[in-house]
């Protein structure tokens, strides 16, 4: 389970992970010299059982909110932190939001310093916490107040913590090409090239072959690392550091994936589900300039608004966000809006197409299948996606807009009941509407050399035309040539 810290500059959290793990996370010297947090910082617990509880570092001043975000991304629960003598500030409410817009709901508030306050003080933070986290996600998490300095409540928060991790389930990481988020990238004598990160889907081996992403430069995994220990495998749900071949300080950094070539497939353009936070004042107006975090990834945009051309505080809209340079991204992934100067967060959203074409008007086809990209799962999306029959859906892309092996997508096929048609581009219908195109290709080509008894023969164009306009010429011809194969036509 991972763990990310949250909360406002010098309420603690960095000596409460100490206390926790007795790992300090401040590891450049800098941060030794200001005594503050700058950069994330990474500690592990491992528990009686087996189990590794990890922990990542947040720093809460301001300034460094870009490095906060690229911490979070990917985590399963949240340590927010609320130092009792200051209490509630602005970047404890700013983490809380970014927190909300990523969907994390599990965690606990924590009350640290209060070793310095009176017992009245401390309930009064209480209180403030409570009512903070009430509208959240995170509505209902424990509270508990505790002194890193004293010792005073550790042994409870670490019961509780355990207790989560024991009830964790971890991700699947079956059934999904292998996706690993880059949050640093060193060199280490000796060895090469060192990347860290969260693996976000899929599994990883010593000796596997992959793609660094956006750029798209082929690497080798020399070396797998779990908690400074050498490993075989590392999949989704865990951190480690990974020693590639193939690349350098100069084409792999923060920001990037590491991922199966299968998925590797940038774009400037994705259509989101984009909230934006209740707190702001002002609409987010058509075309407005943005940092748009995503993973570890921070790239500026514009957000392209149809219709109505803003979207209300507490309100939420689909819209595209035209992107500066190309990222990698797939359904589902939650990503975070800030203002173009990288001061405020405005809102967030979830990724439905990261493969979008320009958007233009869209029309009834475009609309129904943004919704269904909404459902939320591949099976729920190719469901609703099945109902325009005479479209049909492209398989590959559906299957690298949800990160779907051969196996998986087969089985996901076999249980709609779809038929792909074609080769080079396939196309999923499903049976009974591929039956009953069958049916009315015969019944078309018997009236027309019924009506047309000098003709040589249609068309295969024209009778596309007139069946199945919608459906890509090349699914069409698949269908074709089966009729042809079984001498059902010419």
Known sequence: MIVATAGHIDHGKTLLVKTLTGVDTDRLPEEKARGISIDIGFAYWPLENGTVIGFVDVPGHERFIRNMLA??????????????????????????????????????????????????????????????????????????????????????????????????????????????????????????????????????????????????????????????????????????????????????????????????????????????????????????????????????????????????PGASAIAQLVLAKPVSALNGDRLILRDQSARRTLGGGVVLDPFARPLRRATSARLAELDALEQGSPEAALTAMLKNVERGVDLARFERMFNLKQERASALYAAAEVIALGKEGRTGITRNYRDGLREQTLAALRDFHRTQSQAVGMEAAALRKLLAPQLPAEAFQSLIRELADERKLE
């Not at 991700?171 to 000796?190: K, L």
């Not at 590797?264 to 909230?275: G, Y």
């Not at 940092?291 to 500026?300: I, R, Y």
């Open 71 to 312: 911490g979070v991304c990917g985590i399963d629960f949240a340590l927010l932190v609320v130092a009792a003598d200051d209490g509630v500030m602005p970047q404890t409410v700013e983490h809380l939001h970014i927190l909300e817009l990523l969907g994390i709901s599990r965690g606990i508030a924590v009350i640290t310093k209060i070793d310095r306050v009176a017992a009245e003080r401390v309930e009064a933070v209480r209180a403030e916490v409570t009512a903070l986290l009430a509208p959240t996600r995170l509505a209902g998490i424990p509270l508990l107040a505790v002194s890193a300095v004293t010792g005073d409540g550790v042994g409870e928060l670490k019961d509780q913590l355990a207790a989560a991790a024991g009830a964790y389930a971890a991700r699947a990481a079956e059934g999904q090409h292998f996706r690993f988020a880059i949050d640093r990238a060193f060199t280490i004598a000796g060895s090469g090239t060192v990347v860290t990160g969260t693996v976000f889907n899929g599994a990883v081996a010593t000796g596997d072959r992959l793609v660094i992403s956006p750029k798209g430069t082929p690497v080798r995994v020399r070396g797998i690392q779990m908690r400074g220990l050498p490993a075989e495998r590392a999949q989704a749900g865990q951190r480690c550091a990974l020693n590639l071949t193939g690349t350098d300080l100069e084409t792999v950094a923060r920001g990037d994936w590491l991922l199966h070539e299968a998925i590797h497939a940038p774009a400037q353009r994705i259509d989101a589900r984009v909230t934006v936070l209740g707190s702001e004042k002002q609409p987010l107006e058509h075309w407005t300039p943005l940092h748009l975090h995503l993973a570890t990834a921070d790239v500026t945009a514009r957000i392209s608004i149809p219709k109505e051309g803003a979207i209300a």
